[in-house]
């Protein structure tokens, strides 16, 4: 297990109060296990789930002053759901740090998604109760505006062009998956009509759509 220190490097944030980083990474099956008193995340979890809210809400309302509030809403539930959560906290490779109870660890809990998207929450939250709203907003927007470039660039810009065409039609299918139930893996196709422009993989449709999407601009001479 890595330990904190590194941790906060890779967060980009110092704590004043490093026990709120400890108790963010401490899973409720490892507080069990032990005889004394020990914090875990679930409270933490709690409170960063509406500190994610608000501060993607308040970049989509600035950023895209002229998108109407279906889309808006549309647009941050893609953000700060459980599969954006889990691919941010793989990005900081969240689960090494992870204090799980024994059994939680033996059944892969250090990759399971909906530990490690709870645990980038309770990250979010150390953060707001050490450092407030502006350190908070400073580590998650570089995560949802890379994730909202990707969601925009390949599916939007594939489906400009097909759009060119109002007889066509694009489609994505998921082709196969693979792995345990808490790593998933999916392999996407992107259709068009009955032929296959593309194919993606990814540990979400999403990311795989994206994957498959961006292969399929590649037919079409958009090489980025």
Do not use: W
């Amino acid at each position: 297990m890595g330990n904190l220190q590194l941790l906060e490097e890779k967060i980009g944030y110092t704590f004043k109060n490093i026990a709120l980083l400890q108790t963010a990474i401490t899973h409720s099956s490892y507080a069990n296990e032990q005889k004394r008193n020990e914090q875990f995340n679930e409270r933490l979890e709690f409170l960063g789930d509406s500190v994610l809210s608000i501060v993607v809400s308040d970049y989509l309302f600035e950023a895209h002053k002229n998108l109407p509030e279906g889309e808006l809403t549309r647009t941050r539930a893609a953000l700060v759901c459980e599969t954006s959560c889990f691919e941010f906290a793989k990005r900081l490779d969240l689960g090494s740090y992870m204090r799980l109870g024994r059994g939680e660890e033996l059944s892969g809990g250090r990759e399971r998604s909906s530990i490690l998207a709870d645990a980038f929450e309770a990250v979010i939250a150390a953060i707001y109760l050490d450092g407030g709203i502006d350190a908070a907003r400073d580590f998650i927007l570089p995560f949802v505006t890379t994730e909202q470039v990707n969601q925009e660039d390949y599916k939007t810009r594939l489906q400009e062009i097909i759009q060119q065409n109002p007889e066509e039609r694009l489609r994505y299918v998921v082709a196969s998956e693979s792995g345990p139930d808490h790593h998933k893996s999916f392999t996407v196709e992107v259709h068009l009509n009955s032929n296959v422009l593309g194919t993606g993989t990814g540990y979400s449709k999403k990311a795989a759509e994206q994957q498959a999407a961006k292969q399929a601009l590649q037919l079409f001479g958009n090489r980025e």
